[in-house]
């Protein structure tokens, strides 16, 4: 069974650069038929796609976000990271990390909150 | 990309069907046949529903069923359970390897 697993820090201060990682077990992150994507859901609110990533390296941003948003790979570690720079207080979201196939997202992270506060 | 609109609540009885709407653009819902439907209950990651418009993930209960017409997509839910109370949202592809989620719906179970 494929599980997904977000890590990273869970307080970021203003204009300092959100990092997270998304580790992948039970099935290779190579499998080209597959993306590998990033979503945030701020508290209370909707859901929004941030970017997709395939094990080649190529990506895909939301452009409402594209200026901040990073995404990278690393297949030796069957895992990849989100960086969203420049955050402020409406970075503050449960961020997931999750398995694309065609154009939906089949496997979910658990999520995990990150605050942006000093 | 503006988000897709949905209603913010649906209710219904148990054993009742409700129907929810998302409702995009021709750059979007009515312009792919990948729109997908997620489930969220209060404190978890959200769950695939419905893929490719009508298709369901294998496990998924066949009381849920999805559509489209035009710009707009549905998802039904029939024979309402307790446990089908849950936030709801919709997807779709929106081209250039962009995909847009909808407001979401709140659907109690009266």
């Known amino acids: 069974q494929l599980q997904l697993q977000e890590s990273g820090p869970g307080l970021v201060k203003p204009s300092e650069t959100l990092s997270l990682t998304c580790s992948v077990s039970?099935?290779?992150?190579?499998?080209?038929?597959?993306?590998w994507g990033w979503i945030r859901q701020p508290p209370g609110k909707g859901l929004e796609w941030l970017g997709n990533i395939y094990s080649s390296g190529t990506t895909y941003y939301n452009p409402s976000l594209k200026s901040r948003v990073t995404l990278s790979v690393d297949t030796s570690k069957n895992q990849y990271s989100l960086k969203l720079s420049s955050v402020t207080a409406a970075d503050t979201a449960v961020y997931y990390c999750?398995?694309?196939?065609?154009?939906?997202?089949?496997?979910w992270g658990q999520g995990t909150l990150v605050t942006v506060s000093s | 990309q503006s988000a897709l609109t949905q209603p913010p609540s649906a209710s219904g009885s148990p054993g009742q069907s409700v129907t929810i709407s998302c409702t995009g653009t021709?750059?979007?819902?009515?312009?792919?046949?990948?729109v997908s439907w997620y489930q969220q209950h209060p404190g978890q990651a959200p769950k695939l529903m419905i893929y490719?418009?009508?298709k369901r993930p294998s496990g998924v209960p066949d009381r849920f069923s999805g559509s489209k017409s035009g710009n707009t997509a549905s998802l039904t839910v029939s024979g309402l359970q307790a446990e089908d109370e849950a936030d709801y949202y919709c997807?779709?592809?929106?081209?250039?390897?962009?995909?847009?989620f909808g407001n979401g719906t709140k659907v109690t179970v009266l």
């Open positions: 021709s750059s979007d819902v009515g312009g792919y046949n990948y």
């Open positions: 039970g099935g290779s992150i190579s499998r080209s038929s597959y993306f």
């Open positions: 490719e418009v009508s």
């Open positions: 999750a398995r694309g196939a065609a154009a939906e997202l089949d496997y």
């Open positions: 997807s779709s592809y929106a081209g250039s390897n962009n995909y847009v």
